[in-house]
């Protein structure tokens, strides 16, 4: 929040459109932009160019003396189209795991709750409303359920970007649910754009969890107050064995009637260097076709090169807040290596407990007097007398008001005087930086820089004072101005003296 005497101005980085490389058009997909046509190529969109480039299955007959041949040669066309066209905008993509499971030993204790997944993306240039994910089950099982809801309103995608839609599936603790699944497929839709899906058949396999040390919890960073637009970043850190292993997933399982998950930024140490943008490492190349002979088998290509992944885990989510309530989050660590299946024996040892509440905005109001001389407000002052200006700030608000910032500008025909300014915090428990700008415009304040030193004399001034600061600014270093008393108030200000 950056606050200014006589204006506010309220700036929020917006993302760049990514450059994201589709293959493998599948009929399930709206990627494949002539799906029904049985024509196979790749897509690619390149500044929000649709780039399709179709390949032609050409049958040839040939004839011998004594044989005839069908010979398929392939032509290939490349075709440019808008992303305005009339194609579907959306596609969606699986991000998680098919398998989940439940303790060999005891269902009672370990995991239950899985994150199950994908990943939507709005490929046109303009944005597309009311986007809405749905999680289908294709099969029945009395245990494997929701924990919410089946639907998730995502609502504006923003054209060239994508978000997460996340679902919570339970595993009900009871023994008979080992080796068990349930078919399932989630569809999203939007306006005007009509329904895709993700590929099926699908299905959630509930496995033989072992419970091992070598997976573990370093920490979990994050705010445990949110409010309702707000969005925030969670780092989950974990550690694997040190190669990692063929399928990994390390997460914290957000409940979506809280939370969207917009984005996902992982690095691993194994391979060095390695990163992903979700929470599962398909490192081998996993078989998840429940009709393939290979199913739940690595089979290849391998996506990180050994075909394992992990080591020193770094997980970062970007949340948006999207519902109140109090979430507790534990992290959980699975991976398949071997034949087996294994997740981090610290289960429960570290977690973080969230509570959301209702988006109710910080009201940070300014009173600016001239304290000294007296009357320095009232009557005339002289060339040479110092006046001391004084800012009373307080938040009256709905919640804490972060990243703070004050902007005071030095009065036309007065000189800054060195070493003046000063911040007193009261009770808040903040932590000011206070800086100087030499080129701060009233009219276009988002320009200045802050970066300028006061030196006596400045621009002309006498000793002691710089005509050279056009601004002071107060910015908050550490803290959020909370909106409760008596933590909500403080003062600061400077001195100038008139020419």
């Known amino acids: 929040m950056r606050l200014y005497l006589g204006s506010i101005i309220s700036t929020r980085p917006q993302n760049a459109g990514d450059v994201r490389f589709f293959r493998k058009i599948s009929q399930t997909s709206q990627q494949d932009l002539f799906a029904g046509r049985g024509q196979v190529g790749f897509v690619t969109i390149e500044g929000g160019i649709i780039r399709f480039l179709r390949i032609h299955p050409v049958k040839i007959f040939m004839r011998t003396p004594t044989q005839f041949f069908v010979v398929t040669l392939f032509a290939v066309s490349f075709i440019v189209l808008s992303a305005q066209d009339g194609f579907a905008q959306l596609t969606i993509t699986p991000t998680t795991w098919n398998v989940i499971g439940l303790d060999s030993n005891d269902v009672s204790s370990g995991p239950n709750k899985f994150p199950v997944g994908a990943e ?9 409303e009311n986007v809405t994910a749905t999680l289908v089950w294709d099969s029945s099982n009395i245990y494997l359920n929701l924990e919410s809801g089946n639907t998730i309103n995502v609502g ?19 023994i008979s649910a080992h080796d068990t699944a349930r078919g399932y497929h989630i569809s999203v839709s939007g306006d005007g754009t009509g329904t895709v899906s993700t590929p099926t058949p699908r299905e959630l396999y509930v496995e033989k969890l072992v419970s091992q040390s070598r ?33 990994l997933e390390a997460f914290l399982p957000f409940p979506s009637g809280m939370f969207q998950t917009l984005s996902i930024d992982v690095n691993y140490s194994s391979p060095s260097g390695a990163t992903n943008d979700k929470f599962y490492a398909d490192a081998c190349g996993w078989d998840n076709d429940p009709g393939s002979t290979d199913y739940r088998s690595c089979i290849g290509p391998e996506q990180y090169a050994g075909g394992k992944a992990g080591g020193t885990v770094s997980v970062t989510y970007t949340i948006k807040v999207v519902g109140t309530g109090t979430s507790t989050l534990t992290a959980l660590i699975y991976d398949f290596s071997g034949s087996s299946y294994h997740y981090n024996q610290d289960l429960g040892a570290f977690t973080i407990t969230v509570v959301s509440s209702a988006s109710t905005p910080p009201s940070v109001g300014l009173v600016k007097n001239c304290t000294v ?7 005339a002052q002289a060339p040479g007398t110092e006046l001391t200006y004084h800012i009373d700030f307080s938040n009256t608000g709905g919640r804490g008001a972060e990243d703070l910032i004050i902007v005071d500008p030095v009065p036309a025909n007065t000189d800054f005087k060195l070493g003046s300014a000063f911040v007193n915090t009261g009770a808040t428990g903040l932590t000011f930086a206070t800086e100087y700008s030499n080129d701060y415009d009233p009219g276009n304040p988002s320009v200045a820089t802050w970066t300028y030193v006061p030196v006596s004399g400045g621009g002309g001034a006498g000793a002691g004072f710089d005509r050279n600061v056009k601004a002071v600014r107060w910015r908050v270093t550490a803290g959020s101005l909370s909106h409760n008393g008596p933590n909500n108030t403080g003062s600061l200000g400077f001195i100038a003296r008139i020419r």
């Open 373 to 379: 001389p007296a009357g320095c407000t009232t009557g």
């Open 215 to 247: 997976n573990s919890t370093t920490s979990i960073t994050g705010p445990t107050s949110v409010f309702v637009g707000g969005i925030y970043n969670f780092t989950l850190n974990a550690t694997t064995a040190t190669q990692g292993y063929e399928q």
């Open 120 to 128: 939507v993306c709005n490929l046109g240039g303009t944005a597309v």
């Open 156 to 174: 504006s995608l923003a054209g060239g970007t994508c978000t997460g839609v996340y679902f919570i599936v339970v595993v009900t603790r009871d």
